[in-house]
């Protein structure tokens, strides 16, 4: 089963990488650009038998900072 994980940080915390990419856009000549919030995209491939518990352990034991940021499971 192929899964993607969809990792973005908390409203409220802080984004320097977000910020850093608003700014170069804005340097690029790209206009209009109001915010931007960077995050990550991790695919996994796992056993067809791994269950919704097994992946939620995985995503807050590792794959995320769950203090900053949240998460979402996407089955492809």
Do not use: S, W
């Amino acid at each position: 089963m192929k899964l993607r994980i969809f990792v973005t940080l908390k409203p409220g915390v802080l984004d320097p990488q977000g910020r850093a990419i608003h700014k170069a856009l804005g340097g690029l000549g790209f206009a209009g650009v109001n915010d931007v919030r960077a995050g990550k995209l991790i695919e996994l491939d796992v056993a067809d038998e791994t269950d919704d518990a097994q992946i939620d352990a995985m995503c807050r034991k590792l794959l995320a900072n769950t203090v900053i940021e949240n998460y979402r499971v996407e089955r492809v």
